[in-house]
């Protein structure tokens, strides 16, 4: 499984930017995705899951009203919308998936992650 991350950038505080994730090696539409994020010095943590119909979604509360997370599987790609960006959502930004069909989206972003993808990096300035 290959996961490639795109869309990072510099922004300013209260601006927006939008993440994609394009998923190859296995039937994408089969499974949970996620976003993660890891500031410096900090452990990653999640930011939000999406099912793999994307009818269900999970997002930690510190983005909840601010990010979408949706996915084209058509397309292979996951995608996280960011939108009044604050300095702290600085980080290095990673999507992710199990290896399970079965993981749910809870599942995904408290234990379930079994690939990484390479991360982008979002700088938001005050």
């Known amino acids: 499984v290959q996961l490639q991350a795109s869309g990072g950038g510099l922004v300013q505080a209260g601006g927006s930017l939008k993440l994609s994730c394009l998923a190859s090696g296995r039937t994408f539409s089969s499974y949970v995705m996620g976003w993660f994020r890891q500031a410096p010095g900090k452990e990653r943590e999640f930011v939000a899951t999406?099912?793999?119909?994307?009818?269900?979604?999970y997002y930690v509360d510190s983005v909840k009203g601010r990010f979408t997370i949706s996915r084209d599987n058509a397309k292979n790609t996951v995608y996280l919308q960011m939108n009044n960006l604050k300095p702290e959502d600085t980080a290095v930004y990673y999507c992710a998936t199990g290896r399970s069909p079965r993981t749910s989206v809870v599942e995904l972003a408290h234990s379930g992650v079994d690939y990484w993808g390479k991360g982008t990096q979002v700088t938001v300035s005050s």
């Open positions: 999406i099912s793999w119909g994307g009818g269900s979604t």
